[in-house]
Every structure is written in structure tokens, then in C-alpha cells.
């Protein structure tokens, strides 16, 4: 025990010496959070504004458009309708027979649009339009909206959780002969090797899980985005992402003989490619990925960590929480002996 112990704290104040670790595991991932809401925050601060639309004189939807609350009603004549929609006076004009005149795409113009389809269904439909709320179809659009784009965020966390995989990778490799003189000491030493495995996999566990608490205190405090309300199993997936970032780096340590810095590069483009296609560079490619190939989303680790944060603290759903957790359990398992392998067959020719 006091052997693990000693292991810790010399790797502990190793890996906080070392530049990578402070960059991608404690920075990079602040930064990318700044990033996000810089590009996002437009969107998820939306709100519901009014909607200058344009009618003639004597329309019959009149009474019908006056009753929703975030529509402004103007009358124009034919002549003004283009000037009207050039000055962007009127964000778009509703003639006699619910046709629409637009001079842009936008949000505005879409839900124009979304209010004559409606208004047209409920002719169809014989429905009085005084039983109708028009509100809150589009308020809760523009949340959902909203909450398409908190799942980059989610997978930043997710992504941050894994980013273990650096202390892990540089602990193996301390321990291998040919790539360190610590790890040449080690095999010339009674030192045992298990030991000092066991106590890298501590510390970057640690270290790793410190520097996810500092992006959540980070992105709750300072960008005001509070993302877990489901604490107790958030922070579950969390450490269980923490444990498979580790089992990974240990694995890309154990499995060749490359130089350190090869090694880490090889698991931060993993770790960002996962992400990747997890959504972490917008909420287009989780839809493609969910819609073409839904295998490779209940499979790539960041997507299940990710997803079961979406759900857990926005849908409050546990429903996939189960089956993400042993898919992650049982990768790290398959990592953590497929390591040892590897590393119990290595030889030196001399040191």
C-alpha cells in the first residue's frame, strides 16, 4: 500500500508538470465550451418576438391573425407589398386566399408559413379558430431547437470524460523500457509494474474527474448552462466515461511501440473522431447518424455517454441508462485485459 501510494504521488506531480495534460485535459475543453456559446448562444437565448405581417384591406383572416399574440397586422396595398418587404417593414404578406409573399427564408417567414398551413387545416377541418392557441406550437419549437444544440454540450462533457486516455497513454508508456529511462529503471528494478499501472490508472482517474468538475463549475457559473439536474446519475456515466478514457490510453500505450507523442496523438484524434461523429460539431451529424446508420450511435462510446446525459436531464428518461452503462463497462474491460496482454508478453533484447 505504501508502495501504490508513493506511485501516485510521484505520477500525480509528473503528469501535472507535463504541458499536455494542462492543455488538452484541463484547457482545451474550457475553451471549446467558450467556443460553443459564443457560435450558440444567438439560438439557445432565443425568444419569441412579434411578427410584422402584411394583409389587404377586407381580408378574412384578420380576426383570426389579430387573435395571436406575437403577430403585428399591416394593412398594405398591392402596390407597397415589395417595397414593404425590401425595407423589411413586414416580414412577410398573407393575401385574400392565404398565399404568402416573402422576401427572405427565416425563421420569421417560417412561421408565417407554419400559421396559414395551420389556419388552412382548421378550415379543412370545420374547427372554430377561437378554440385554437396558436402560441404554443411555435414556443415549444424554438425550445426543442434550443435543446437540439445543448447536445453539443453534452458531448463536450462526454468528450471530456474520456480524456483520461493522455495520463493513460503516458503511464504505460513510463513503464515500457524502450520509450523512457524511468521505464528502464522500472524493468532493472523489484519494483513491481502492476503497482505502478494501478497507481497511473489512479491518478488519471483523478486528475481526469477534477478537471470535469472544474468545465462543469465552468459552464454553470460563468456561461450560466446548467446541465445536469440529474446529478447522481450524471455523475455516474461520467466516471464510467473517466474509466473507459483511461482503459483506452492504457490500451494505445500497451499495443505498439511508438513514441509517446504518437501515442497521444493516436488517442486524442480517436477521442475527437468519436465526438465527432457524436454531434460535438452540431446537432447535423447525430441526425444523419441516428437516421442512417443508428447502430454506430448505440456503439460509439461519446454517443451513449452523450445521450444518456440528453435524456437523463432533459427528457428524464433512464430508459437506455442500463444498457449504455454495460456497453461502456464491458469496452473497458475488453481494453483492460487486452492491455494486460500486451504487456505481460513484452521483452527486452538489453537496457
Given amino acids: 500500500m505504501r508502495g501504490l501510494i508513493r506511485n501516485c504521488i510521484y505520477q500525480g506531480k509528473n503528469t501535472i508538470r507535463d504541458f499536455g495534460f494542462s492543455f488538452w485535459v484541463m484547457v482545451y475543453p474550457i475553451v471549446l465550451a467558450i467556443f460553443f456559446n459564443i457560435a450558440f448562444s444567438g439560438i439557445m437565448n432565443m425568444e419569441l418576438e412579434n411578427i410584422d405581417v402584411g394583409i389587404a384591406a377586407g381580408n378574412p383572416m384578420e380576426e ?111 513503464a515500457q523500457a524502450n520509450l523512457s529511462n524511468i521505464g528502464a529503471r522500472i524493468n532493472i528494478t523489484p519494483l513491481k509494474k502492476k503497482s505502478f499501472l494501478a497507481a497511473g490508472i489512479i491518478v488519471a482517474l483523478f486528475l481526469n474527474l477534477i478537471a470535469n ?98 435524456r437523463l436531464n432533459l427528457l428524464e428518461s433512464t430508459k437506455t441508462l442500463k444498457e449504455g452503462i454495460m456497453i461502456l463497462l464491458g469496452y473497458c474491460t475488453v481494453l483492460i485485459f487486452s492491455s494486460y496482454i500486451f504487456l505481460r508478453g513484452e521483452s527486452y533484447d538489453s537496457l
Avoid: C
Fill in 213 to 310: 468538475g472544474a468545465l462543469l463549475l465552468f459552464t454553470k457559473y460563468v456561461l450560466k448552462i446548467n446541465l445536469l439536474s440529474n446529478l447522481k446519475y450524471s455523475l455516474i456515466l461520467i466516471l464510467i466515461g473517466n474509466l473507459f478514457g483511461v482503459s483506452l490510453g492504457v490500451f494505445i500505450g500497451a499495443s505498439n511501440k511508438k513514441s509517446i507523442n504518437t501515442k497521444v496523438l493516436i488517442g486524442v484524434m480517436s477521442v475527437l473522431f468519436l465526438s465527432f461523429l457524436s454531434g460535438m460539431m452540431g446537432p447535423w451529424m447525430k441526425d444523419i447518424i441516428d437516421e442512417y446508420v443508428p447502430i454506430l450511435a448505440r456503439l460509439n462510446p461519446i454517443s451513449i455517454i452523450s445521450n444518456n446525459l440528453y
Fill in 64 to 174: 383570426v391573425l389579430k387573435e395571436i399574440e406575437f403577430v403585428n397586422i399591416h394593412k398594405v396595398q398591392e402596390k407597397d407589398i415589395v417595397d414593404k418587404l425590401d425595407k423589411e417593414e413586414i416580414h412577410g404578406f398573407i393575401d385574400n386566399d392565404l398565399n404568402i409573399k416573402a422576401k427572405k427564408s427565416g425563421i420569421n417567414q417560417t412561421i408565417i408559413k407554419e400559421i396559414v398551413e395551420q389556419i388552412k387545416q382548421m378550415q379543412k377541418l370545420n374547427r372554430p379558430f377561437e378554440k385554437y392557441d396558436f402560441d404554443a406550437n411555435y414556443i415549444a419549437d424554438r425550445n426543442q431547437k434550443a435543446n437540439s444544440i445543448i447536445v453539443v454540450f453534452y458531448t463536450l462533457i462526454a468528450m471530456a470524460s474520456t480524456y483520461g486516455i493522455n495520463i493513460g497513454v503516458a503511464t504505460v508508456s513510463l
